[in-house]
């Protein structure tokens, strides 16, 4: 039976620990293991949106819900971070940062496509582009091991794949799009 107290007590204690990403990973595979408890823990998931659950200066956890057929662009975090998912489907592209000369800043490198009860640690610099591919809401945890909120990243345009300062604005209002706002 899937507890968000006990979780997120967990999740704090985990990032006081040296191998705290691993021990996450551990905590959100156990919690995923059983994709059906969470769903019931966090409720069918309604809108699209990035929801807190937690923030603290070295810990993040968020609701992340997708919405349908919804892309967000390649990003980084500058922090460790492990998803997890519950309900739906996200299509991961994962990018690599190549060379001043080349004729693009990154390219993509691989994928992930995760499923209910699916997890992934992403390291520190790790570059990914989400989608969802349903007609309907996508639902994950995300922990990240800091203040997912206040440290400045680096998103690529879409389209060019030219890098610039991640843009908090822009994001929420793909969300606000996604649901129709
Ligand atoms: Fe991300």
Redesign the pocket.
Known sequence: MFDLDKFVEECRSAVKSVSSHMSVKALLEEACSEPNEVLRALGEPSKAGAFPIYNSPDLTILN?VWGRNMS?MP???EMW?V?GLYTGRENNIFWRQLPEDAENDIEAAGAKSMGPGDVSP?GKD?I???TNPLDKLTGAL?VYGGDFFSVHRTEWDAEDLVPRPYDIERNIAAFAAANGE
């Open positions: 992340l967000i990003h980084n975090h971070a998803i992403l790790i990914h582009s989400v995300h």
